[in-house]
């Protein structure tokens, strides 16, 4: 497995990937294959199809390293790369789902991610929609059971089962640890619609955590 702090720094990989340096690539295949794999199935319906997502982003910064202008970070440009080609896919298989924007508690299929009596009611005057009861905390739950295998399984399952934009900006985010900036810039999103899909869902593996963890 290559060492990253010996790994070259994206000018380094960009000026040796336009040389077709085979190790420069393979670098970069074993930085971010998994991750890529990760959010093509955020699009598409299978494993076997995102592993063709991501074989064709492959293909896809080999034609276009040499129009690289560097005005992003070499990660958000693959990841760009990436995303569009997923979408099409996604799109042919009629599972594309468009990232949208509200400032209710539902998500896209119209079912609240919070049950509405847990929010202050529009006719609050400054706080609307906010927490009036707050999740419970997990504090006091045994570490065992917070970071165990069954835990974690349900975590992967419910993110698995989320709107496609809401799993990838999960994903991106808290599994694999982008920036807020950096989501933004590869699926050209603005920051607040990116806020609000992060929000959505966090609050629905939140909720089917607290309900696993008061009846376990």
């Not at 998994?34 to 299978?46: F, G, K």
């Not at 790369?81 to 209710?104: D, H, W, Y």
């Not at 609307?128 to 707050?134: D, H, K, L, M, Q």
Request: overall charge negative; some cysteine.
């Amino acid at each position: 497995m290559t060492d990253r702090q010996s790994t070259p720094q994206d000018a380094d990989l960009v000026a040796l990937l336009r040389a077709r340096d085979e190790d420069a690539f393979r670098i970069l295949v074993e930085r971010y294959q998994p991750t890529l794999i990760r959010t093509a199935m955020t699009y598409v319906s299978s494993r076997a199809v995102a592993e063709e997502v991501a074989q064709e982003t492959w293909v896809g910064v080999l034609r276009g390293i040499d129009r690289f202008e560097g005005r992003s970070s070499l990660k958000t440009w693959l990841f760009t790369i990436l995303a569009n080609i997923a979408r099409t896919k996604g799109v042919k298989e009629k599972r594309s789902i468009p990232f949208a924007s509200t400032g209710t508690a539902q998500d896209e299929s119209g079912d609240w991610l919070v049950d509405p009596s847990r929010l202050r009611g529009s006719d609050d005057p400054k706080f609307a929609g906010w927490w009036s009861s707050y999740p419970e905390s997990w504090d006091g739950a045994p570490e065992e059971r917070a970071l165990g295998n069954e835990t974690r399984a349900l975590i992967n399952e419910t993110i698995d089962k989320l709107p496609p934009a809401q799993r990838e900006v999960i994903t991106l985010r808290d599994i694999d640890g982008w920036t807020s900036a950096e989501v933004c810039e590869a699926l050209q999103l603005s920051e607040a619609n990116q806020r609000v899909l992060l929000h959505r869902a966090r609050t629905r593996v939140r909720n089917v955590l607290e309900e696993y963890l008061r009846v376990s």
